[in-house]
């Protein structure tokens, strides 16, 4: 990776993470659906990224969070389980090695895959995260619900970020 990649993530990193936890910590719709935008951080990381670093990299992140939430180890489990979701997803939809563009971006990648892949990775991300925040299972449904609510406002706002940052493929 070049240097210019790198200062741009860090860059991402920052930012993400402090609209995440100085805009976003209190905005929720009646205490059922929280956006988690900090997410779109290991979203677009590049796909030349090793899998060790990713980990590494969505470990460091949720253990940020986990510090400014005070929830013990929620967020880094979560960000862990999306870093998985992650490799599996491009694993299995695009052949790395043989991929000219550098990150799995709405603009490099099309709707259609970004938003396939952003929404499964969204969705791994806030099961655990509100499962592990709930951690009882008398009250599934709620929490379930409280997660898929979650998703539907995580990906609008992730959308959105996408649309208005990254440009759009050159043909």
């Keep these: ?86 490799i599996l997803f491009i694993s299995v939809s695009v052949n790395r090695d043989a991929f000219d563009e550098p990150e799995p971006s709405l603009g490099n990648m099309g709707f259609k895959w970004f938003t396939l892949y952003a929404v499964l990775c969204t969705l791994v991300h806030h099961i655990v995260v509100f499962l592990l925040e709930a951690f009882k299972f008398n009250e599934i449904a709620y929490t379930l619900g409280r997660a898929l609510l979650s998703v539907v406002f995580t990906m609008f706002v992730v959308l959105l970020v996408e649309l208005i940052f990254h440009n759009r493929k050159s043909n």
């Design 1 to 86: 990776m070049s240097s210019r990649i790198i200062f741009i993530n860090i860059f991402r990193w920052i930012v993400l993470l402090f609209v995440q936890i100085f805009l976003l910590r209190n905005l929720n719709y009646y205490n059922l659906s929280t956006p988690f935008l900090y997410i779109l951080f290991i979203l677009v990381l590049p796909f030349r990224t090793p899998n060790f670093l990713l980990f590494l990299i969505a470990f460091g992140t949720g253990l940020t969070m986990d510090a400014f939430y005070d929830t013990l180890g929620v967020h880094t489990s979560a960000c862990v389980a999306l870093a998985f979701v992650r």
